[in-house]
């Protein structure tokens, strides 16, 4: 069965204090997969996608890798701002348009 | 660009009740999606589309209805309201097929059946 799962399901951090989500995923032929953050009250917003194993992307504080069985998603000195739930989703169902998410992680940030 | 808008923001009906949600995308794209999502399930595909006039089921369409008229509005509609449906719903565009695909979603629609 495809299936998602992010931990931890909250993470607090002091500004500055650098730490990793996890997203692990079961699905037959990885065709992508996607981060997201999602601000209360708002839609998710689109971060990344990765395609194979090895592959990196970044943006300002975030760094998202990809193994055969998981994504990391890096924040290295997180500011406040960086507060908000990030999902994960890969396709399933040999589709490469039909997605399936984990439940995110909380990240709250202190100064 | 507006993105993808969605009308009404906030909703609340009584069982039984009936109503439609709106999406609007202005991104000329091509799919289409409904999902809903609650406290520790995550988000959940409802209902999508491939193109103007064609609908397809997700993980849980029951309840509801789709229809896709015109390329830029994809319409949701729970026909009889129940209290399991009471969710955040949201609306998602993306460009058409490949592994290139990027999902862009709308702000949301809170609804309470109570």
């Known amino acids: 069965e495809d299936q998602v799962t992010q931990s931890p399901e909250a993470l607090r951090l002091q500004e500055g204090e650098s730490s990793s989500l996890n997203c692990s995923y079961t699905v037959s032929g990885l065709r992508g997969l996607f981060w997201y953050r999602q601000d209360p009250g708002k839609g998710p917003e689109f971060l990344f996608t990765l395609y194979s194993a090895g592959e990196e992307k970044e943006k300002e504080r975030l760094k998202a890798t990809l193994t055969k069985k998981e994504s990391f998603l890096h924040i290295t000195a997180p500011k406040p701002e960086d507060s908000a739930t990030y999902l994960c989703a890969v396709p399933y169902g040999g589709a490469t348009n039909k997605l399936i998410f984990g439940t995110g992680t909380l990240l709250a940030v202190q100064p | 660009n507006a993105g993808v808008t969605q009308t009404p923001k906030f909703r609340v009906l009584k069982t039984g009740q009936s109503m439609t949600l709106l999406c609007a995308q202005d991104m000329n794209h091509e799919y289409m999606y409904w999902y809903r999502q609650d406290p520790g399930m995550g988000l959940r595909l409802i209902h999508y589309s491939v193109g103007e006039g064609t609908t397809a089921k997700g993980e849980v369409p029951d309840g509801y209805n789709v229809s896709r008229l015109k390329k830029q509005n994809f319409l949701l509609g729970l026909e009889s309201a129940a209290p399991s449906q009471t969710s955040v719903y949201f609306c998602?565009?993306?460009?058409?097929?490949?592994?290139?695909?990027?999902?862009?979603f709308g702000p949301g629609t809170r609804l309470l059946v109570l």
């Open positions: 998602a565009s993306s460009y058409i097929g490949g592994v290139q695909e990027t999902q862009y």
